[in-house]
């Protein structure tokens, strides 16, 4: 009998150590997952356009200008048909310990075309039968410190954006229409930022980043800093002042840049202009910049939230000087942004928009001791900086893409000779956050013509359907045509040809998925 008890006490036990090992269990699964975050982007699209590189090479990873040094052209018959896929996962580990004190932030993408590349390490390939590519790219890694509610500072590889709104609690929409809407910078750079909200309406940011360090023992580094400073005028208006700063003593290799893609280089003379549609100094010396911004940004209910009217803009000076030994030249050039919005309808889907773009040229490149445009990162980097929240496909580019960025103007210098854009959007819910139809219509110009071509650049149309079953989660189709102007008669634009090419055109279907 006691026998029996001693059992009885023994299996109790147990039970009792296995309720609790099992609550346990379940703490502690709570616990990982308030400690782990996980973000998930994923894009399916297919593409038919009579766009292409000539160049094998590139196996149809065409990052930049159309008609530049990336060997794309538009073609007369037999269009490219394609699809591809990118995904990319943003974890986020916040130990407990700390309770929000220290935080790590993590971003990697993987992007391939499907049947292009297989048993091999390198990016946005691994669609091929039997795949097995490594792959995967280090977009973030950086440490988020948040000390107290009104100071945030990132210190690693992070994002930099020309936006003073904190990037990891910003949506998109905020961040490609307010600031500078990344048309000066938006890429990724190891350094530190710091977001500090002093006062309710005020707000301000800091940051220090180290475009290349090339040679660790020489003095040849490429080092970024900047400041931006925001403030509520009211519960609608708020504008801002923001100073950006470039040290560029990275010159090396007849003044191409020991740093950038490839063998390209980086800077304001490396072979990257021909990619990126930037202008290219005709330097073949090194050379030593300092080259600063200074600009002012403005919006009131940029994404209708708040009434039936918005709007958003900046006006920025790009000012510095380059010395080399033969040369001394003088930056100087203006840029302009305006969109206006109006909600007619239920939802913020049901707007037609406005939106105008002008940046300064120049007529003699550096031949004048002066440089009267705009630089932005895509002098230093592909992509550098990415204007895509314009409404257009092909006359300026579109965000939503895996391994082809390409468009007409891929930057807002249009290599020197300035631009003036404009565009004019229409979007509307015929089922209420279901089903959407929009159409954008824009053209652009060239303040300053090239040598054989003249100002005007072109005319595009699109139209687009966008279908929502589940909330995050869109099915959609959209058509663009672009008629090319005598902008592109110059061969120095067009790639070389003794004729204007033939006009640009696209269909899309996509897929896309916000998970989390």
Excluded: C
Aim: net charge negative; no cysteine.
């Amino acid at each position: 009998m006691r026998n029996s008890k001693i059992i009885f006490s023994i299996l109790l036990l147990m039970a009792i150590g296995l309720i609790h090992a099992s609550e346990f269990k379940d703490e502690k699964e709570i616990r990982d997952r308030d400690e782990w975050q996980f973000i998930g982007y994923y894009l399916f699209r297919g593409e038919t356009v009579n766009i292409a590189p000539e160049l094998e090479f590139y196996k149809g990873q065409v990052v930049g200008r159309l008609f530049g040094d990336n060997t794309s052209v538009t073609l007369d018959s037999d269009p490219s048909q394609f699809f591809e896929q990118r995904f990319l996962a943003m974890m986020t580990y916040s130990p407990r310990l700390f309770d929000g004190w220290a935080k790590m932030r993590m971003s990697f993408e993987l992007d391939w075309t499907l049947g292009v590349g297989n048993y091999t390490s390198a990016g946005n390939l691994g669609g091929a039968f039997s795949a097995d590519v490594v792959n995967m790219q280090t977009q973030n890694l950086f440490m988020e410190f948040n000390p107290n509610i009104k100071l945030y500072v990132n210190a690693g590889l992070l994002r930099l954006y020309d936006n003073i709104r904190v990037p990891y609690y910003t949506g998109k929409d905020d961040l490609v229409n307010t600031g500078y809407r990344l048309a000066f910078w938006g890429s990724d750079a190891s350094g530190v930022s710091a977001h500090y909200f002093f006062k309710s309406d005020q707000r301000v940011k800091a940051g220090w980043y180290k475009l290349y360090e090339n040679h660790i023992e020489q003095n040849d580094d490429v080092t970024l800093m900047e400041i931006d400073y925001e403030r509520d005028l009211d519960i609608f208006n708020s504008i801002g002042l923001s100073f950006w700063y470039l040290n560029d003593d990275g010159s090396s290799q007849a003044g191409n840049g020991e740093g950038g893609i490839s063998i390209l280089g980086q800077g304001l003379n490396s072979k990257l202009a021909g990619y990126n549609g930037v202008v290219k100094f005709n330097l073949a010396e090194t050379y030593e910049a300092d080259i600063y911004w200074l600009g002012s940004h403005f919006h009131g209910n940029p994404l209708l939230h708040q009434g039936r009217f918005g709007y958003s803009g900046f006006v920025v000076n790009n000012r510095g000087k380059v010395e080399s030994e033969n040369h001394s030249i003088e930056v100087n050039g203006w840029a302009t942004n305006l969109r206006l919005a109006y909600k007619f309808g239920r939802t913020i889907h049901d707007y037609v928009s406005f939106d105008g773009m002008f940046t300064t040229g120049d007529t003699a490149n550096i031949s004048d001791g002066k440089y009267t445009g705009v630089l932005t990162g895509n002098n230093w980097g592909t992509p550098g900086a990415v204007w895509f929240s314009h409404g257009l496909y092909l006359l300026l580019p579109h965000g939503d893409v895996v391994n082809r960025f390409i468009a007409a103007t891929i930057d807002i210098q249009n290599l020197g000779y300035g631009l003036g854009v404009g565009s004019l959007k229409a979007s509307y819910d015929m089922i209420p956050w279901k089903l959407r139809a929009e159409s954008a219509i824009g053209t652009g110009i060239a303040p300053v013509a090239p040598v054989g071509g003249g100002n005007f650049m072109g005319f595009e149309a699109n139209i687009g359907v966008v279908y929502t079953p589940k909330v995050y989660f869109d099915l959609e189709l959209h058509a663009a045509y672009m008629s090319l102007g005598d902008f592109y008669d110059a061969t120095l634009v067009n790639g070389g040809l003794d004729e204007r090419p033939a006009n640009p055109w696209k269909i899309i279907a996509s897929l896309k998925w916000i998970m989390f």
